[in-house]
Protein backbone atom coordinates (compact mmCIF):
# COMPACT_ATOMS: atom_id res chain seq x y z
CA UNK A 1 0.00 0.00 0.00
CA UNK A 2 1.08 3.72 -0.76
CA UNK A 3 3.10 5.32 1.95
CA UNK A 4 0.32 7.59 3.12
CA UNK A 5 -2.01 4.59 3.74
CA UNK A 6 -0.40 3.19 7.05
CA UNK A 7 -1.10 -0.21 8.28
CA UNK A 8 -2.92 1.28 11.34
CA UNK A 9 -4.94 3.19 8.88
CA UNK A 10 -5.40 0.35 6.66
CA UNK A 11 -6.77 -1.88 9.90
CA UNK A 12 -8.94 1.04 10.93
CA UNK A 13 -10.84 1.14 7.45
CA UNK A 14 -11.48 -2.63 7.00
CA UNK A 15 -12.60 -3.25 10.52
CA UNK A 16 -16.17 -4.64 10.47
CA UNK A 17 -16.09 -5.55 6.71
CA UNK A 18 -18.04 -8.83 7.43
CA UNK A 19 -19.92 -10.98 5.47
CA UNK A 20 -22.67 -14.13 6.84
CA UNK A 21 -21.04 -17.40 7.35
CA UNK A 22 -21.85 -20.34 5.27
CA UNK A 23 -22.17 -24.29 7.34
CA UNK A 24 -19.84 -26.30 6.06
CA UNK A 25 -21.20 -29.56 4.89
CA UNK A 26 -20.95 -33.18 6.57
CA UNK A 27 -17.58 -34.40 5.44
CA UNK A 28 -14.69 -33.93 7.27
CA UNK A 29 -12.66 -30.47 6.60
CA UNK A 30 -9.94 -32.14 3.68
CA UNK A 31 -11.47 -34.72 2.37
CA UNK A 32 -10.99 -35.64 -0.67
CA UNK A 33 -13.53 -37.20 -2.85
CA UNK A 34 -13.69 -39.88 -5.40
CA UNK A 35 -12.71 -38.17 -7.78
CA UNK A 36 -10.04 -36.74 -6.25
CA UNK A 37 -10.92 -33.39 -5.27
CA UNK A 38 -11.07 -31.00 -2.62
CA UNK A 39 -14.55 -28.94 -1.71
CA UNK A 40 -13.53 -25.89 0.62
CA UNK A 41 -16.62 -23.77 2.34
CA UNK A 42 -16.30 -19.98 2.52
CA UNK A 43 -18.69 -16.93 2.36
CA UNK A 44 -19.43 -17.08 -1.28
CA UNK A 45 -20.05 -20.99 -1.06
CA UNK A 46 -18.03 -23.54 -1.51
CA UNK A 47 -15.34 -23.93 -4.28
CA UNK A 48 -14.18 -27.06 -5.55
CA UNK A 49 -10.15 -27.75 -6.32
CA UNK A 50 -9.76 -30.57 -8.76
CA UNK A 51 -6.52 -31.61 -8.18
CA UNK A 52 -3.14 -30.54 -6.13
CA UNK A 53 -2.47 -27.45 -7.23
CA UNK A 54 0.88 -26.21 -8.88
CA UNK A 55 0.20 -22.40 -9.76
CA UNK A 56 -0.77 -20.26 -6.65
CA UNK A 57 -1.08 -16.86 -6.04
CA UNK A 58 -1.47 -15.75 -2.19
CA UNK A 59 -4.06 -12.71 -3.45
CA UNK A 60 -4.44 -11.31 0.34
CA UNK A 61 -2.30 -9.72 2.56
CA UNK A 62 -0.67 -12.95 4.89
CA UNK A 63 -1.49 -16.20 2.98
CA UNK A 64 2.13 -16.54 1.63
CA UNK A 65 2.93 -17.29 5.09
CA UNK A 66 0.57 -20.18 5.57
CA UNK A 67 1.55 -21.33 1.69
CA UNK A 68 5.36 -21.55 2.63
CA UNK A 69 4.57 -23.25 5.89
CA UNK A 70 2.96 -26.67 3.69
CA UNK A 71 6.14 -26.23 1.31
CA UNK A 72 4.01 -24.42 -1.48
CA UNK A 73 5.78 -21.76 -3.09
CA UNK A 74 3.40 -19.30 -4.63
CA UNK A 75 3.66 -17.55 -8.21
CA UNK A 76 2.84 -14.36 -6.66
CA UNK A 77 2.23 -13.03 -3.17
CA UNK A 78 1.11 -9.80 -1.67
CA UNK A 79 3.16 -7.29 0.27
CA UNK A 80 1.24 -5.99 3.50
CA UNK A 81 3.87 -3.74 4.96
CA UNK A 82 7.66 -3.36 5.75
CA UNK A 83 9.18 -3.07 2.48
CA UNK A 84 10.24 -7.15 2.84
CA UNK A 85 11.80 -9.16 0.08
CA UNK A 86 9.17 -10.29 -2.00
CA UNK A 87 6.73 -9.56 0.15
CA UNK A 88 7.97 -12.34 2.50
CA UNK A 89 9.18 -11.27 6.22
CA UNK A 90 12.38 -12.89 7.61
CA UNK A 91 10.42 -15.83 9.63
CA UNK A 92 9.36 -17.27 5.61
CA UNK A 93 12.26 -16.40 3.78
CA UNK A 94 13.92 -19.30 4.15
CA UNK A 95 11.02 -21.37 2.83
CA UNK A 96 10.89 -19.39 -0.35
CA UNK A 97 14.47 -20.77 -1.54
CA UNK A 98 15.69 -19.06 -4.78
CA UNK A 99 11.88 -18.59 -6.00
CA UNK A 100 11.15 -14.92 -6.91
CA UNK A 101 7.22 -14.74 -7.41
CA UNK A 102 5.27 -11.78 -8.28
CA UNK A 103 4.71 -9.03 -5.89
CA UNK A 104 0.75 -7.82 -5.73
CA UNK A 105 -0.59 -5.13 -3.97
CA UNK A 106 -4.18 -4.21 -2.03
CA UNK A 107 -3.43 -0.18 -2.66
CA UNK A 108 -5.87 0.21 -5.62
CA UNK A 109 -8.20 -3.43 -4.66
CA UNK A 110 -6.70 -6.83 -5.97
CA UNK A 111 -5.33 -6.95 -9.35
CA UNK A 112 -7.80 -9.12 -10.92
CA UNK A 113 -5.78 -8.87 -14.90
CA UNK A 114 -2.18 -9.28 -13.15
CA UNK A 115 -3.66 -12.34 -11.67
CA UNK A 116 -5.48 -13.78 -14.99
CA UNK A 117 -2.25 -13.33 -16.02
CA UNK A 118 -0.37 -15.48 -14.40
CA UNK A 119 -2.88 -18.27 -15.09
CA UNK A 120 -2.89 -20.03 -11.50
CA UNK A 121 -4.54 -22.95 -10.62
CA UNK A 122 -5.58 -21.65 -7.30
CA UNK A 123 -6.18 -18.36 -5.83
CA UNK A 124 -5.75 -17.79 -2.03
CA UNK A 125 -7.88 -14.37 -1.25
CA UNK A 126 -8.44 -15.88 2.78
CA UNK A 127 -7.09 -12.23 3.80
CA UNK A 128 -8.16 -9.87 1.01
CA UNK A 129 -11.34 -8.16 1.92
CA UNK A 130 -13.32 -9.89 -0.87
CA UNK A 131 -16.87 -9.14 -2.16
CA UNK A 132 -18.95 -10.93 -4.21
CA UNK A 133 -17.77 -8.98 -7.30
CA UNK A 134 -14.47 -9.75 -7.12
CA UNK A 135 -14.59 -13.02 -6.14
CA UNK A 136 -16.70 -13.93 -9.12
CA UNK A 137 -14.08 -12.60 -11.26
CA UNK A 138 -11.31 -14.11 -9.81
CA UNK A 139 -13.50 -17.41 -9.79
CA UNK A 140 -13.48 -17.13 -13.34
CA UNK A 141 -9.47 -17.00 -13.73
CA UNK A 142 -9.55 -20.27 -11.63
CA UNK A 143 -10.74 -21.91 -8.06
CA UNK A 144 -10.83 -18.90 -5.31
CA UNK A 145 -11.06 -19.19 -1.75
CA UNK A 146 -12.32 -16.72 0.01
CA UNK A 147 -12.77 -15.76 3.47
CA UNK A 148 -14.77 -17.85 5.79
CA UNK A 149 -17.79 -15.46 6.73
CA UNK A 150 -16.52 -14.28 10.13
CA UNK A 151 -14.64 -11.06 8.89
CA UNK A 152 -13.61 -9.95 4.75
CA UNK A 153 -9.98 -9.29 7.00
CA UNK A 154 -7.88 -10.67 9.73
CA UNK A 155 -10.32 -13.63 10.70
CA UNK A 156 -8.64 -15.87 13.18
CA UNK A 157 -5.38 -17.32 11.81
CA UNK A 158 -6.40 -20.79 12.64
CA UNK A 159 -9.64 -20.13 10.46
CA UNK A 160 -7.15 -18.84 7.74
CA UNK A 161 -4.49 -21.48 7.56
CA UNK A 162 -7.27 -24.31 7.88
CA UNK A 163 -8.85 -23.30 4.93
CA UNK A 164 -5.64 -22.99 3.38
CA UNK A 165 -4.87 -26.57 4.23
CA UNK A 166 -7.65 -27.80 3.06
CA UNK A 167 -7.28 -25.86 -0.42
CA UNK A 168 -3.78 -27.09 -1.03
CA UNK A 169 -4.55 -31.27 0.13
CA UNK A 170 -2.32 -30.25 3.30
CA UNK A 171 -5.28 -30.26 6.05
CA UNK A 172 -3.65 -32.89 7.91
CA UNK A 173 -0.26 -31.28 8.11
CA UNK A 174 -1.54 -27.61 8.51
CA UNK A 175 -3.35 -29.44 11.80
CA UNK A 176 -0.40 -30.74 13.10
CA UNK A 177 1.35 -26.86 12.47
CA UNK A 178 -1.39 -25.29 14.18
CA UNK A 179 -0.88 -27.91 17.50
CA UNK A 180 3.14 -27.14 17.22
CA UNK A 181 2.11 -23.29 17.67
CA UNK A 182 0.17 -23.86 20.38
CA UNK A 183 2.18 -26.27 22.08
CA UNK A 184 5.24 -23.51 21.68
CA UNK A 185 2.97 -21.24 23.92
CA UNK A 186 1.44 -23.38 26.58
CA UNK A 187 4.97 -24.62 26.69
CA UNK A 188 6.00 -21.08 27.75
CA UNK A 189 3.45 -21.16 31.08
CA UNK A 190 4.96 -24.48 32.02
CA UNK A 191 8.68 -23.30 32.04
CA UNK A 192 8.09 -20.20 33.04
CA UNK A 193 5.52 -19.98 36.28
CA UNK A 194 6.02 -16.59 36.65
CA UNK A 195 3.68 -15.36 34.10
CA UNK A 196 0.73 -17.36 36.12
CA UNK A 197 -1.94 -15.06 36.93
CA UNK A 198 -0.59 -11.57 35.45
CA UNK A 199 -2.00 -9.00 33.41
CA UNK A 200 -0.63 -8.17 30.17
CA UNK A 201 -1.82 -5.46 27.43
CA UNK A 202 -0.60 -5.14 23.84
CA UNK A 203 -1.14 -2.19 22.19
CA UNK A 204 0.12 0.09 19.23
CA UNK A 205 3.22 2.85 19.68
CA UNK A 206 1.98 5.35 17.59
CA UNK A 207 -1.63 6.90 17.86
CA UNK A 208 -4.02 6.92 14.50
CA UNK A 209 -6.84 9.96 14.70
CA UNK A 210 -5.99 10.13 17.97
CA UNK A 211 -6.74 6.75 19.20
CA UNK A 212 -4.08 3.73 20.60
CA UNK A 213 -5.06 0.40 18.92
CA UNK A 214 -5.26 -1.80 21.87
CA UNK A 215 -5.54 -5.90 21.55
CA UNK A 216 -8.74 -7.10 23.46
CA UNK A 217 -9.50 -10.31 24.82
CA UNK A 218 -10.37 -12.74 22.05
CA UNK A 219 -8.44 -15.07 19.66
CA UNK A 220 -5.83 -12.27 19.06
CA UNK A 221 -4.81 -12.68 22.94
CA UNK A 222 -5.27 -16.49 22.85
CA UNK A 223 -1.25 -16.92 22.79
CA UNK A 224 -1.05 -14.65 26.13
CA UNK A 225 -3.40 -16.80 27.97
CA UNK A 226 -1.56 -19.67 26.67
CA UNK A 227 1.76 -18.55 28.32
CA UNK A 228 -0.72 -18.15 31.41
CA UNK A 229 -1.46 -14.42 31.18
CA UNK A 230 -4.73 -12.53 31.72
CA UNK A 231 -5.72 -9.80 29.79
CA UNK A 232 -7.48 -6.74 32.08
CA UNK A 233 -10.97 -5.98 31.89
CA UNK A 234 -10.21 -2.41 31.29
CA UNK A 235 -9.85 -2.57 27.74
CA UNK A 236 -13.62 -3.93 27.30
CA UNK A 237 -15.28 -0.71 27.06
CA UNK A 238 -13.55 0.23 24.55
CA UNK A 239 -14.08 -2.98 22.28
CA UNK A 240 -15.95 -2.62 18.98
CA UNK A 241 -16.09 -4.93 15.90
CA UNK A 242 -13.16 -7.06 17.07
CA UNK A 243 -11.26 -4.11 17.94
CA UNK A 244 -10.26 -2.03 20.73
CA UNK A 245 -9.42 1.71 19.98
CA UNK A 246 -8.48 3.65 23.24
CA UNK A 247 -8.32 7.92 23.07
CA UNK A 248 -5.33 9.35 24.34
CA UNK A 249 -6.74 10.44 27.57
CA UNK A 250 -7.87 7.54 28.44
CA UNK A 251 -4.68 5.48 27.49
CA UNK A 252 -3.66 5.67 31.36
CA UNK A 253 -7.06 4.30 33.20
CA UNK A 254 -6.83 1.42 30.30
CA UNK A 255 -2.91 0.55 30.71
CA UNK A 256 -2.78 0.94 34.17
CA UNK A 257 -4.48 -2.24 34.84
CA UNK A 258 -1.84 -4.41 33.58
CA UNK A 259 1.50 -5.32 34.66
CA UNK A 260 3.10 -5.72 31.41
CA UNK A 261 2.73 -3.22 28.28
CA UNK A 262 3.54 -4.29 25.25
CA UNK A 263 4.23 -1.59 22.35
CA UNK A 264 4.34 -2.94 18.87
CA UNK A 265 7.19 -0.07 17.97
CA UNK A 266 8.67 -1.01 14.28
CA UNK A 267 11.67 1.26 14.47
CA UNK A 268 13.94 2.74 16.70
CA UNK A 269 11.95 6.25 15.81
CA UNK A 270 9.11 5.20 16.49
CA UNK A 271 9.95 4.19 19.91
CA UNK A 272 11.78 7.45 20.59
CA UNK A 273 8.88 9.46 19.88
CA UNK A 274 6.71 7.00 22.20
CA UNK A 275 9.13 7.30 24.97
CA UNK A 276 9.07 11.42 24.40
CA UNK A 277 5.45 11.41 24.41
CA UNK A 278 3.96 13.35 27.79
CA UNK A 279 0.97 10.53 27.54
CA UNK A 280 3.68 7.57 28.32
CA UNK A 281 5.41 9.76 31.13
CA UNK A 282 2.41 8.96 32.96
CA UNK A 283 1.96 5.62 32.89
CA UNK A 284 1.91 3.15 35.65
CA UNK A 285 4.14 0.69 33.39
CA UNK A 286 6.59 3.70 32.85
CA UNK A 287 7.40 4.43 36.76
CA UNK A 288 7.93 0.70 37.40
CA UNK A 289 10.11 0.14 33.57
CA UNK A 290 7.83 -2.51 32.98
CA UNK A 291 7.00 -1.30 29.11
CA UNK A 292 8.52 -3.60 26.25
CA UNK A 293 9.16 -2.34 22.47
CA UNK A 294 8.93 -5.31 20.15
CA UNK A 295 11.04 -3.79 17.10
CA UNK A 296 10.04 -4.54 13.65
CA UNK A 297 10.56 -8.03 13.14
CA UNK A 298 7.95 -8.88 16.29
CA UNK A 299 5.55 -6.37 15.84
CA UNK A 300 5.45 -7.98 12.04
CA UNK A 301 4.82 -11.45 13.29
CA UNK A 302 2.27 -9.81 15.72
CA UNK A 303 0.35 -8.74 13.02
CA UNK A 304 0.66 -11.88 10.89
CA UNK A 305 0.08 -13.75 13.19
CA UNK A 306 0.39 -16.92 10.81
CA UNK A 307 1.33 -20.18 11.72
CA UNK A 308 4.88 -19.16 10.72
CA UNK A 309 4.97 -15.93 12.46
CA UNK A 310 3.49 -16.81 15.85
CA UNK A 311 6.55 -19.29 16.79
CA UNK A 312 8.87 -16.21 16.78
CA UNK A 313 6.50 -14.28 19.04
CA UNK A 314 6.59 -17.34 21.12
CA UNK A 315 11.06 -17.47 21.41
CA UNK A 316 11.42 -13.73 21.48
CA UNK A 317 8.62 -12.47 23.30
CA UNK A 318 9.05 -14.06 26.73
CA UNK A 319 12.72 -13.00 27.43
CA UNK A 320 11.73 -9.68 26.64
CA UNK A 321 9.06 -9.65 29.40
CA UNK A 322 11.14 -11.40 31.68
CA UNK A 323 13.43 -8.88 31.74
CA UNK A 324 10.81 -6.46 33.03
CA UNK A 325 9.20 -8.55 35.57
CA UNK A 326 12.91 -9.39 37.32
Not at 28 to 38: F, I, L, Y
Not at 46 to 66: F, H, M, N, Y
Not at 144 to 171: H, L, R
Request: glycine share 8%.
Amino acid sequence: MPPSVTRRSFLAMTTGLAFTAVACGSDKPGTVAGDGSVTVTHAFGETKIPSAPKRVVSAGLTEQDDLLALGIVPIAVTDWFGGEPFGTWPWALPKLGAAQPVVLNLSDGIQVDQIAALKPDLIIAVNAGLDQDTYAKLSAIAPTIAQSGQSAFFEPWKDQANAIGQAVFKFDDMTKLIADVDAKFTDVAKNDSAFGGKKILVTSATAFQDQYDLTPPGWRTEFLTQMGFAVPDSVNAYVKDDRARVPRDKMASVLDAADVVVWKTESDEEQAALVADPMFATLKSTGANRNVFTGKDLAGALAFSSVLSLPVVADRLPPMINKVLT
